[in-house]
Every structure is written in C-alpha cells, then in structure tokens.
C-alpha cells in the first residue's frame, strides 16, 4: 500500500554548502554556509517589508584543524541576519580555538558556548562542517591516495573507529580492515 500524500504549501527552505579544503599550511579548513529563505514576501520585525527568496540568514562558517584535529582557526560572517544584535554573537566561536574534535566534542562545545552568548545557527552549523572535515580527513590529503590503507600500513588506529554503526569496534569493517583495534 502506498502512502498518499497530502497537498502541501512550501514555506521556507533552508541549504547548508559545506566545501573542505587542504591549506598549503597543512590546515584542513571548511567554509559552511547556510542560508534560510521564504518563498513568499514577509514582514520581518528589524528588517521590515521582505521580498520573496530575500535571505533570512545568510551566514558562514568557516572551521580549520590541524591534523590531531585540533581548532586553530574559527570565523563565523553574517551576511544576512535578522536582527543587528546577531553580529554580536559571532566572536563567541572563538572559545573553541584549542579544542580537538573527537570524543565529547558536543559537550565542549555546549559548555563554552551558550545559548545566551552564541547564535543558535552558527553553531547548528558546526555539525555539518565537522562531518565534512572527517569526510576529508579520512581520505588523506592527498586525494589519489586512501587513508584507510596508509593507516593499516602504519598500524596506527584511524579515528573513526568507534564513530558510527559501521566502525564500531565490535563490527565486520573494523575487524576486517583493522583487527588489531577490534574487540
């Protein structure tokens, strides 16, 4: 049986591009944008009278990590914010600069930046940008070479194991791939 669809009114769309970069410094970087749009025309408290398809955030992020994973550099920009106060909201990202992103990232995160002091979307945005740093990461950098072989050559444990259902220590890839850090 197949479901029916109901009829529907599009009210919002949002898109988050992330694009990862290896920096000739050695720096991984993620530059994250995420723009929120009404497909209608609407009234907006600061901004007044909006056009349709007019931004209601426009933001980016943009993350770097050396290669332990380590935050050196953060920026957050806001092209389009509803309210002047957002900018003021940027800089606190930079209380991350020092963290390394692995186990208990999330906490860290919610511990130096609170929901008070930080923009709810800057930070929403952290996610995605963290998973395309691993995306990047896990394939080396260089993009004709695979990770996941220089890895077992080393004999060193990748650090996404134990990340996902897939890499969990107890399952087939890792004791596949890399039995030595399996259990």
Same mark, same amino acid.
């Given at each position: 049986?197949? /479901?029916?669809?109901?009829?529907?009114?599009?009210?919002?769309s949002?898109?988050?591009?992330?694009?990862?970069?290896?920096?000739?410094?050695?720096?991984?970087?993620?530059?994250?944008?995420?723009?929120?749009e009404?497909?209608f025309?609407?009234?907006?408290?600061?901004?007044?009278?909006?056009?349709?398809?007019?931004?209601?955030?426009?933001?980016?992020?943009?993350?770097?990590?050396?290669?332990q994973?380590?935050?050196?550099?953060i920026?957050?920009?806001?092209? =389009?914010?509803?309210?002047?106060?957002?900018?003021?909201?940027?800089?606190?990202?930079?209380?991350? @600069?020092?963290?390394?992103?692995? /186990?208990?990232?999330?906490?860290? +995160?919610?511990?130096? @930046?609170?929901?008070?002091? =930080?923009?709810?979307?800057? +930070?929403?945005?952290?996610?995605? /940008? +963290?998973?395309?740093?691993?995306?990047?990461?896990?394939?080396?950098?260089?993009?004709?070479?695979?990770? @996941?072989?220089?890895?077992?050559?080393?004999? =060193?444990?990748?650090?996404?194991?134990?990340?996902?259902?897939?890499w969990? @220590?107890?399952?087939?890839?890792?004791?596949?791939?890399?039995?030595?850090?399996?259990?």
């Amino acid at each position: 049986m197949q /479901a029916v669809k109901a009829g529907r009114k599009h009210l919002h769309s949002r898109s988050i591009t992330c694009d990862g970069y290896i920096r000739e410094d050695g720096l991984w970087e993620v530059e994250a944008r995420l723009i929120d749009e009404k497909p209608f025309a609407h009234f907006d408290f600061a901004r007044g009278h909006r056009a349709a398809g007019a931004p209601v955030h426009d933001m980016t992020l943009r993350i770097a990590v050396d290669g332990q994973r380590i935050v050196r550099e953060i920026e957050v920009t806001m092209d =389009s914010v509803p309210f002047a106060t957002c900018n003021e909201a940027a800089p606190k990202l930079q209380e991350l @600069v020092g963290e390394t992103i692995g /186990a208990g990232w999330r906490e860290r +995160v919610r511990a130096k @930046v609170s929901r008070k002091e =930080s923009c709810t979307h800057s +930070v929403e945005l952290l996610g995605p /940008a +963290v998973t395309t740093l691993f995306q990047m990461i896990a394939m080396g950098a260089d993009p004709e070479g695979s990770s @996941v072989h220089q890895e077992q050559l080393k004999g =060193s444990r990748p650090f996404y194991i134990g990340g996902c259902h897939s890499w969990r @220590v107890d399952g087939p890839q890792t004791r596949k791939y890399f039995p030595d850090f399996a259990r």
